[in-house]
């Protein structure tokens, strides 16, 4: 199996229909930000009905750039994990196995080497709360980003209560 089935396989297995995306491209011509907009807007479209009347959120790539700060490897896999397997919204609730998105996670990020670059929305360790700066138009929103090796990941989730 090359990188690119590998990364087929394992993003989606991160996600779930109820409130987590991921998504994979080949890096080319792609800029991060672009990639995590265009999440964004899926997940937006699919959430329509949950959102607050009136709610407002970034639409611009400067509006994305601007909410994404650099992280570390083992940061962006520690909160990848968490994306996967724990709710914002309400904490303590788990979405799915944590040693397969914690194989999964790991898989994913091994793709993309280890020069790659990770970026993410939110503020802080998960353990102490989160804060972030949004990237979607929910109430809740968590992202975090890569590219390395030709390719460009994200893992998103939202939500509303």
Request: with cysteine.
């Amino acid at each position: 199996m090359d990188d690119a089935d590998l990364l087929e396989v394992l993003l989606p297995s991160l996600a779930s229909g109820a409130s987590v995306y991921s998504r994979w491209c080949w890096s080319s011509g792609v800029d991060l930000a672009h990639h995590v907009h265009e999440l964004a807007k899926t997940a937006e479209a699919d959430w329509a009905h949950e959102a607050v009347a009136g709610a407002t959120g970034p639409t611009t790539l400067k509006e994305i750039e601007a909410a994404l700060r650099p992280v570390t490897r083992d940061t962006a896999a520690e909160l990848m994990v968490n994306l996967s397997t724990d709710s914002l919204v309400f904490p303590g609730h788990p979405r799915r196995d944590l040693a397969h998105a914690r194989r999964a996670v790991t898989k994913a990020i091994s793709v993309l080497g280890p020069e790659s670059e990770w970026f993410t929305n939110i503020d802080g360790c998960w353990e102490n709360g989160r804060a972030w700066n949004p990237v979607t138009r929910h109430t809740f929103d968590g992202v975090v980003a890569g590219r390395g090796a030709g390719f460009v990941i994200a893992l998103l989730q939202v939500g509303e209560d």
